[in-house]
């Protein structure tokens, strides 16, 4: 069975700083999908990255960069220069290439706070 | 920008009542999406469905949940009878599966906040 673990709870930066969200995984297939999602406090679920289990190199978009490590089954995001726009719920997620249903399996959520 | 709508937004409703969650689906998606989120359970699937037929609704309390896509532009989440524990927000997404291709990334609506009484 597919497992998603955000270990932080809740992190709190100052504007400017720099901030990783943590993601770990678990799963039995070789070929797999790895989402993040973010959800502002208006509520809805924001699309902002999708990478695919062959594919390790880091990924960078303006501020935000993703590091993913297979040999440690993490998929990190960090926010450089983090804006108080970047408040929100951050959600990792993972869907398996097996079976019919392609469902993500989100991890809990970190809940990032940038304060001015 | 295509997104997936969702109506209504807000709903109160007194326990015993049916409720009727719709969802339209950006247009050209082949893949319905529905997802409950709670602050206990976090998001869980309800349905899915592909091209119109659901593929797995195993997270759906059979009983009283019932979900259908009466044309590909419109998906619905039933509830009827409703009970308080079935507060929670709930979000319809859509996106495009191709036979052979990768899990489809799902593209979400603002969500339903659904408050039972």
């Known amino acids: 069975a597919q497992k998603v673990t955000q270990a932080q709870t809740e992190i709190s930066v100052v504007e400017k700083e720099d901030v990783t969200l943590d993601c770990v995984y678990e799963?039995?297939?070789?070929?797999?999908?790895l989402f993040w999602y973010k959800q502002p406090p208006s509520g809805e679920l924001v699309f902002l990255i999708r990478?695919?289990?062959?594919?390790?190199q880091n990924e960078i978009s303006g501020r935000y960069s993703w590091n993913f490590q297979k040999s440690t089954s993490s998929f990190n995001f960090t926010i450089t220069a983090s804006q108080v726009v970047d408040s929100a719920v951050y959600f990792c997620?993972?869907?398996?290439?097996?079976?019919?249903?392609?469902?993500?399996?989100f991890g809990s959520g970190t809940q990032l706070t940038v304060l001015p | 920008d295509a997104r997936v709508t969702q109506t209504p937004r807000h709903k109160v409703t007194e326990m015993g009542q049916e409720v009727t969650m719709r969802c339209q689906p950006i247009l050209g998606h082949n893949t319905v999406f529905w997802y409950r989120q709670t602050m206990m359970q976090g998001l869980e699937l309800l349905a899915y469905?592909?091209?119109?037929?659901?593929?797995?609704d195993s997270g759906m309390p059979k009983d009283r949940f019932s979900a259908e896509m009466p044309d590909a532009t419109l998906a619905t989440l039933k509830i009827q009878p409703s009970e308080p524990r079935d507060s929670a927000v709930y979000f319809c997404?859509?996106?495009?599966?191709?036979?052979?291709?990768?899990?489809?990334?799902?593209?979400f609506g603002p969500g339903t906040r659904l408050t039972v009484l």
């Open positions: 997404a859509s996106g495009l599966k191709r036979d052979s291709g990768p899990p489809d990334t799902q593209y």
């Open positions: 997620a993972l869907s398996e290439a097996t079976g019919s249903a392609r469902q993500l399996t």
């Open positions: 469905f592909r091209n119109r037929a659901p593929l797995d």
């Open positions: 990478r695919n289990s062959f594919d390790e």
């Open positions: 799963t039995r297939d070789t070929t797999y999908y």
